[in-house]
Structure formats: C-alpha cells, structure tokens
C-alpha cells in the first residue's frame, strides 16, 4: 500500500531512527555542558540579552538536532527522544550526589558572616546590585545583617540572616508580651 502524495512529508523520515536518537542526544548533553560552564545566574536571573542568547541558541541547534529531515514525524520522534532523555537524566542526576555535583553543580556561597566574596560575586557573574537586590528581597537591610547568602544550583540567592536581625516570630512576639506583663506586675 502506498501512501497519498500529500501525506508523505508528513511521515517520511530522511534520516535513520538511530541517527535521529543520537543527534538530540548529543545535542542535549553539548547544551548542558555548556549551560554548566555559562553559571548558575544564566538559569534564574536572565536579563534581556541572556533572553536574546537562549532565543538564538535553540535555533542555532535545530539543524544539528533534525539534520536533513523536516517531516512532522521526524519532529516527534527528535520530540519524544528530547524529553524522555531530560526525564531519564533527571532521575539519573538525583539519585547520585556525583551526578548532581557534576551535572548540577553546588551551591556557591557569596555572603558570609557578614562579608560579601567580591571574588565569587565575580566568578558566579553576580553583580553587587543583583545581589543587594536578593538580600533585600528576602528581608536583609544588606550584607552586616546577613549570615550567609549562597547561591544555588538553579540560580536562587537564598540567605540566612544573623540572629540579631531576623524577623520576631509570633512566640518571640508572645514572650516579649509576658515579659512586660510581668514587669509590670512587680511594680504593682
């Protein structure tokens, strides 16, 4: 049986199964490596020309990916092979704290006891307003108030800030209150 004329862009695929599975592959692993080397800023606290870059890097790559073949089923199966592997390695990537450490990477610390790291603020390609902006974000007057500030894997500053300077929670707020109360009834 053959197929409509119409119908076989649609299907015909012009490269080999296994030429198509190895191409995205490769492709995925290259992109992630290179991502790994970019930093962990480029993940989470793109402007726009860090925009601009991802834009043209998917396309920069799509030919690598299809090679000659633009069916619609050439597409899926580049799809589905994309995917199932990202799914595949994430598994892979947390169950092993040498797999996270190398695909991943560790959290960087750039705030601590007070001190910012000027050298790694550098080296992670975070500039001292973005962290200031982070710092203040999560409730910090600025680096003296905070403990420690790392940056994480996906590109999250998170901190942690001195115990002087954290917000009262409501038991601080309580025994404060029972505090003065008593006080007060001493001087009754």
């Not at 049986?1 to 995205?24: A, G, H, N, Q």
């Amino acid at each position: 049986m053959t197929l409509p004329d119409w119908l076989l862009p649609f299907v015909s695929i012009d490269i080999s199964l296994w030429e198509k599975v190895l191409r995205t592959v490769v492709v995925y692993l290259g992109i992630a490596a290179l991502l790994r080397v970019a930093g962990k800023r480029l993940l989470a606290q793109m402007n726009s020309l860090d925009l601009v870059v991802v834009l043209l890097l998917s396309n920069v790559v799509q030919n690598a990916i299809i090679g000659p073949d633009n069916s619609v089923l050439g597409g899926l199966i580049g799809a589905v092979v994309l995917v199932g592997f990202n799914a595949l390695a994430d598994r892979v990537i947390e169950s092993s704290d040498r797999g996270r450490r190398l695909f991943i990477g560790g959290p960087s610390e750039l705030v601590r006891g007070g001190q910012v790291d000027e050298a790694e603020l550098r080296r992670m390609g975070v500039s001292r307003s973005e962290l200031e902006i982070a710092l203040r974000r999560q409730g910090s007057d600025g680096p003296a108030a905070v403990e420690r500030a790392t940056l994480e894997p996906e590109g999250e500053i998170l901190i942690d800030l001195n115990p002087g300077a954290r917000p009262a929670t409501r038991d601080d707020l309580e025994a404060a209150v029972e505090e003065l109360r008593r006080l007060l009834a001493q001087r009754t």
